[in-house]
């Protein structure tokens, strides 16, 4: 009797910690929509209907759910009760309809972000949280201190600037324009065209698969790490490729050379095709391997 007493008390004060949330307001089909989080998920799914809607539940610890429409900007904002707001609180889970050309920020502490549908611009920043988005023909800002960021493109051009401190960068079937940069982690990059790429890690591998498109400037470097790039479709480019200490790799054809006699550094520089577009590939420690896909 007593065990089925205690458990009874457990559940009350579960379900009391989590408040249900159902708003709703109407939205201008492209304006703003701001989105703030601790702790949990932020889930934004685009739709077709000219309003935000937010549901999910409140986690033990937090105020209240800030909802508001000021002009053409709507503000979801989880508010903490202030005694918590440098202690622990509960997940916090966030789904949040939006209008699919909205233009969307999430920011979120440790929380993290997962967003569908939505075709308007999107800044996206956690501290401690995996983002994991599609883009569409609006750029994306996609910042986290320690996560990974995960990129699905529709293969329509855009911006993508994405940055990790701690992790992982992966992004496919994208075009336009990548700016990747991590300082503990891998970046993959997986697309059939792209005009720009400047791609970076301090201390991880780049797989890099994409073709490129005329006049097109690829920027690929890593101080320790290996680099393995491979380019689908045509290649007309002028290559400038460079490793202090690892071996170079090239199935186009030329072979690298020794950059001193004295020191282990090795540099390939030649051109394929009418080298319209600029490929600059550098690495301090590690193995650099070129190929066709």
């Known amino acids: 009797m007593r ?15 989590e408040t249900p949330i159902d708003e709703r307001t109407a939205a201008d089909p492209d304006g703003r929509v701001e989105i703030s989080n601790v702790s949990g998920s932020v889930e934004v799914v685009g739709s077709n209907r000219d309003e935000v809607h937010v549901s999910g539940h409140l986690g033990k ?4 759910l800030e909802f508001e429409r000021d002009g053409s900007t709507v503000r979801v904002n989880v508010i903490l009760e202030k005694k918590k707001k440098h202690r622990h609180v509960d997940d916090t889970d966030l789904l949040v309809s939006v209008p ?3 233009r969307l920020t999430v920011t979120t502490v440790s929380a993290e972000i997962d967003i569908r549908g939505v075709a308007g611009s999107q ?10 988005t599609r883009a569409m023909d609006e750029d994306v800002e996609a910042k986290t201190v320690s996560g990974n960021v995960t990129v699905e493109g529709s293969g329509k051009s855009a ?3 994405l940055t990790s401190v701690s992790g992982d960068i992966a992004v496919e079937d994208v075009a336009g324009e990548v700016i990747a940069t991590v300082v503990s982690g891998d970046i993959e990059v997986s697309t059939d065209k792209l005009a720009r790429a400047r791609i970076k890690t301090t201390n991880g591998d780049v797989d890099l698969v994409a073709g490129l498109e005329q006049g097109a ?3 690929v470097e890593t101080i320790n790490g290996d680099l393995e790039i491979e380019f689908r479709g045509n290649v007309d480019a002028e290559f400038d490729i460079e490793t202090f200490n690892g071996s170079i790799d090239n199935c186009f054809g030329p072979d690298p050379v020794r950059t001193s006699k004295y020191a282990p550094g090795k540099e390939l520089r030649f051109r394929e095709g009418d080298g319209s577009a600029r490929v600059l590939i550098k690495t301090l420690n590690g193995g650099i391997n070129i190929c066709r896909d």
């Open 3 to 17: 065990a089925v007493f205690l458990a009874a008390v457990l559940f009350a004060t579960s379900v009391l910690a």
């Open 61 to 64: 610890g937090t105020e209240r």
């Open 100 to 102: 699919e050309g909205s």
């Open 123 to 132: 800044r996206l920043q956690s501290v401690s949280g995996d983002i994991d």
């Open 159 to 161: 911006l993508l600037a």
């Open 217 to 219: 400037r690829f920027e």
